[in-house]
């Protein structure tokens, strides 16, 4: 087979399918199909997928990697503690990040990285957006390590923030400060 030619674009309706696989496949949680909805029909809810032009066979459209979030005011966060305000400009706002994810087979290629590098340029074209900020489980090494390498800070232990099938499980919460933030 040919050489991957990974690309990003917006997600749209027809990959509601994939999406839902997906998420199925690699996350413990579950997520409502209010939450898909959101995410193909660009509620409020901001998503860019990856795909690989390469692949034969009416494949080369289908999704591979995602990245969901959302955008809001930063007062109403739980960091809200650590954001510098600056009133004349208008309300500050961040971005926090719902979901992230590659499939196993284009996993240690980059993909993450770029997903997230595409939120940090969207966050930072926005003059009054103040960073990015993400929850992961205790435990997801492979995610800390993205997220450490891209310049994200670890600013709080969250105990029992996870609860799976019963089961309590600390959360990190990680934050990328942008415009000076
Ligand atoms: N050749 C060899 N290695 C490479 C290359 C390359 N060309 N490019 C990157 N790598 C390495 C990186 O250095 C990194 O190594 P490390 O883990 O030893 O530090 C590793 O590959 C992973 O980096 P990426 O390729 O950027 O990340 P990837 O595309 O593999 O995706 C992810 C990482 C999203 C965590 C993936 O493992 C995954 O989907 N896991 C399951 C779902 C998940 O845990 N999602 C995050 C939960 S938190 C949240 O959603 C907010």
Same mark, same amino acid.
């Given at each position: #087979?040919?050489?991957?030619?990974?690309?990003? !674009? &917006?997600?749209?309706? *027809? %990959?509601?399918?994939?999406?839902?696989?997906?998420?199925?496949?690699?996350?413990?949680?579950?997520?409502?199909?209010?939450?898909?909805?959101?995410?193909?029909?660009?509620?409020?809810?901001? #998503?860019?997928?990856?795909?690989?032009?390469? !692949? &034969?066979?009416?494949? *080369? %459209?289908?999704?591979?990697?995602?990245?969901?979030?959302?955008?809001?005011?930063?007062?109403?966060?739980?960091?809200?503690?650590?954001?510098?305000?600056?009133?004349?400009?208008?309300?500050?706002?961040?971005?926090?990040?719902?979901?992230?994810?590659?499939?196993?087979?284009?996993?240690?290629?980059?993909?993450?990285?770029?997903?997230?590098?595409?939120?940090?340029?969207?966050?930072?074209?926005?003059?009054?957006?103040?960073?990015?900020?993400?929850?992961?489980?205790?435990?997801?090494?492979?995610?800390?390590?993205?997220?450490?390498?891209?310049?994200?800070?670890?600013?709080?232990?969250?105990?029992?923030?996870?609860?799976?099938?019963?089961?309590?499980?600390?959360?990190?919460?990680?934050?990328?400060?942008?415009?000076?933030?």
């Amino acid at each position: #087979s040919s050489r991957p030619s990974i690309c990003f !674009r &917006p997600i749209n309706p *027809s %990959d509601l399918e994939r999406l839902e696989q997906i998420h199925r496949d690699i996350f413990p949680i579950r997520y409502e199909s209010e939450f898909f909805q959101n995410v193909v029909n660009g509620g409020d809810i901001l #998503s860019w997928a990856a795909v690989d032009r390469s !692949r &034969p066979d009416g494949l *080369s %459209d289908e999704l591979i990697g995602f990245v969901t979030a959302k955008i809001g005011p930063a007062k109403e966060t739980e960091i809200s503690d650590l954001i510098r305000y600056n009133s004349c400009k208008g309300e500050e706002t961040l971005v926090y990040i719902l979901t992230l994810g590659v499939v196993e087979s284009y996993r240690k290629r980059g993909i993450a990285k770029l997903l997230i590098k595409e939120v940090i340029k969207y966050a930072s074209s926005i003059p009054v957006c103040r960073g990015v900020y993400l929850h992961v489980i205790a435990h997801n090494s492979p995610a800390i390590r993205l997220y450490k390498r891209m310049s994200f800070r670890c600013v709080r232990r969250l105990h029992g923030f996870y609860i799976i099938n019963g089961q309590h499980f600390d959360s990190f919460l990680f934050v990328y400060f942008i415009n000076g933030s």
